[in-house]
């Protein structure tokens, strides 16, 4: 079925931009979603349909999807964005919901 | 908001049976349990996130990931605003928290996960 890859780490200085892609074939032509799970919590849907955000989702938090790569953009990064984040699809051809591996937001 | 509670998650033997559920509350105006697609994810200690199955709103759609087909079934009672996942045959690696999910809306596909419980642990152990 639909394979979605992320990076297992990201580091980045607070202050600065974080961005974690998600990979997959042709994933520009699906709806991506995004899940933040900080240590010890439950996965907090933070960006949904690509590109909007959550009425909790801080406007920092930014997405966007083309050709085979989404991407999760956090601006001005904080040292309370250090958590997982996780990219998340509907494959129709197999009708499962498909998650990428996480990506661990390190804020260094 | 809206509040998931699962329970039922237990320390079982290979092989053996098990059944989670989940109460939702808290709706407001323009959300209800029978108009919300419904999941369950599983996660390991330490892992990523994994898809178990998925129901749409009234139930007449199904959907399981290919590792649980013919072994788990989800279902859900909307007089009762209960989910449900009766899971057979549990293996060791299907250890883990299991979360009960909701979307907004009916379909299952685009699944988004708007609503999360706080996980219910399944160890399956010798």
């Known amino acids: 079925s639909y394979v979605l890859t992320q990076p297992s780490s990201v580091s980045v200085a607070p202050g600065e931009t974080a961005t974690i892609p998600c990979g997959g074939i042709?994933?520009?032509?699906?709806?991506v979603h995004w899940y933040q799970q900080k240590a010890g919590q439950s996965p907090l849907l933070v960006i949904y349909?690509?590109?909007d955000r959550t009425s909790g989702t801080p406007e920092r938090f930014s997405g966007s999807n083309s050709g085979n790569t989404a991407t999760l953009t956090i601006s001005r990064v904080e040292a309370g964005d250090e958590a997982d984040y996780y990219c998340q699809v509907w494959d129709r051809d197999s009708a499962h919901v498909v998650f990428g591996g996480g990506t661990q937001l390190a804020v260094l | 908001d809206v509040q998931l509670l699962e329970s039922g998650g237990a320390l079982v033997r290979p092989g053996g049976s098990l059944r989670l559920s989940c109460s939702a509350s808290?709706?407001?105006?323009?959300?209800?349990?029978?108009?919300?697609?419904m999941s369950w994810v599983r996660q390991s200690p330490g892992k990523g996130l994994q898809w178990v199955a998925a129901?749409?709103?009234?139930?007449?759609?199904?959907y399981y990931s290919d590792s649980v087909k013919g072994r788990f079934t989800i279902s859900r009672d909307n007089s009762r605003d209960t989910l449900s996942l009766q899971m057979k045959n549990l293996r060791a690696e299907e250890s883990g928290a299991y979360y009960c999910?909701?979307?907004?809306?009916?379909?299952?596909?685009?699944?988004?996960?708007?609503?999360w419980g706080r996980g219910t642990l399944v160890t399956v152990s010798s």
């Open positions: 349909f690509d590109s």
């Open positions: 808290g709706f407001t105006s323009g959300t209800s349990f029978d108009t919300s697609a």
């Open positions: 129901i749409s709103g009234g139930g007449d759609y199904i």
């Open positions: 999910v909701m979307d907004r809306r009916q379909q299952v596909n685009l699944f988004q996960g708007f609503f």
């Open positions: 042709n994933i520009g032509s699906r709806s």
